[in-house]
Structures are given as C-alpha cells and as structure tokens.
C-alpha cells in the first residue's frame, strides 16, 4: 500500500524562526513529490519536484527531493504568522491509475 | 484559466435527499478527482476520471456516484448520506501522463453537512 508520511504533525514557533518540514514516501510507481498549504479552504500547491538533489525556491520557501532515501523538506525561513497553516506532502504515483498520495500533513503555528 | 470551480459551497441535506456536487475545469485536463476531507484530515481519494472514464474507485459506498459528462465536468451525486458523510468535498483536475504530470489543481471545495 502507498504510504507518506510527514513529520512533526504539528510545530509552533516564533515570527522569525526556520522551520524544516519532512516528508517520506513508500510508494510503487513514483512520479512526483508536491507540497501544498491549506487554510481554511483548498490546497495551494507550492512545489513539484521530480530530480534528486534540485532545489526549488520561492521566496521564503524551499524544497528538495532525495529519491534514493525516499523523502522531501520544505524550508520555511525567516517566519512570519501568514505561514500558519497545514502543510501538505503529497506523491503522485501510478497504479492502475493516475492518484495523488496525501500525507496527514504538519500544522505550523507561527506565534508573533 | 486556470480555475476549477465547485458548487454548491455549502450543502446541507437530510439523510432522505438527493443532491449533487459539481465541478467544472477549463484547462484541458484529462484526469479529474474527487476527494472527502474529514476536519483535521488530510484528502483522502474517493475517485479518478482519467479521459472521461473511471479509473480509480477507492471503495466508495454507493451512496456516492461519480459522473463524467465531458472532458470538463465532473458531478457527484449523492443519496440517502449518513451524518458522517459530513466533511469538505474537494474536486482537482491534472494533466495524464508520466514523468511528473504536473501540480493538482484543487477547487474551493462544497462544504457538505448531512442532519
């Protein structure tokens, strides 16, 4: 059975702290590994990565990929209460048919 | 446009009724999704559409029933639901292929609460 999993479930910081959060994957027929943030309503994807070792970059935010170890990180640096939210990991695999894979998710707190 | 939009937002409903949820996307995109999510849950797949043809039925009660009119709608249809039914329905929409098919496009998701 495909399985990811994120770590920690849920993390509370200050404005200003870096936060690294984990995700690993066990899954068949690895395509991609996306992150996502969600609030209070849908998912806003983030990044997706497919390379090992390729940083992707967006402002505050980074992610890399190591597929031979099976995990991702996000980066968050320099925080602010904005980033509050669930932060999903997500993998995209084929079995029998094209699916997104979702982990349970960290809940960020950034306190001011 | 790079949208998909649900509607209803909001649904409530008794365990008698019928109800639909729908979904439309204008991307282009071949494969369309359904997913429940619980309150502090994440999405959890109920079904895949992949070229207007069901390809992934993650053992749904048939209370629900997915349809597919064309390459850009998506309906779920809904009938004498439980209490616990009650969750965020959420409808995506991606590109088919390999390699990394790219981001999941997400609606704003119908709220759904059965009394």
């Known amino acids: 059975e495909d399985k990811v999993v994120q770590s920690p479930l849920s993390l509370v910081v200050h404005e200003g702290d870096t936060v690294t959060l984990n995700c690993s994957y066990e899954?068949?027929?690895?395509?991609?590994l996306l992150w996502y943030k969600q609030e209070k309503k849908a998912p806003t994807f983030l990044f997706m990565l497919?390379?090992?070792?390729i940083e992707k970059k967006s402002g505050r935010l980074s992610s890399i990929l190591d597929k031979k170890e099976l995990f991702s990180i996000l980066n968050i640096t320099a925080t602010q209460t904005g980033d509050s939210a669930v932060y999903l990991c997500?993998?995209?695999?084929?079995?029998?048919?094209?699916?997104?894979?979702f982990g349970p998710g960290t809940r960020l707190s950034v306190l001011p | 446009d790079t949208e998909v939009t649900q509607t209803p937002k909001h649904l409530v409903m008794g365990m008698t009724n019928k109800k639909s949820l729908k979904c439309e996307q204008h991307m282009g995109h071949r494969a369309m999704y359904w997913y429940k999510q619980k309150a502090k849950k994440p999405p959890e797949l109920m079904f895949v559409y992949s070229y207007e043809k069901l390809s992934i039925n993650e053992s749904v009660p048939s209370r629900f029933s997915p349809e597919c009119p064309n390459s850009s709608l998506l309906n779920l249809h809904l009938h004498a639901l439980q209490p616990e039914d009650s969750a965020l329905y959420l409808c995506a929409s991606s590109q088919v292929g390999g390699g990394g098919t790219g981001e999941l496009f997400f609606g704003e998701g119908s709220r759904l609460t059965v009394l």
């Open positions: 899954v068949t027929n690895f395509r991609s």
């Open positions: 997500a993998v995209e695999v084929d079995n029998y048919g094209q699916n997104f894979v």
């Open positions: 497919t390379s090992s070792g």
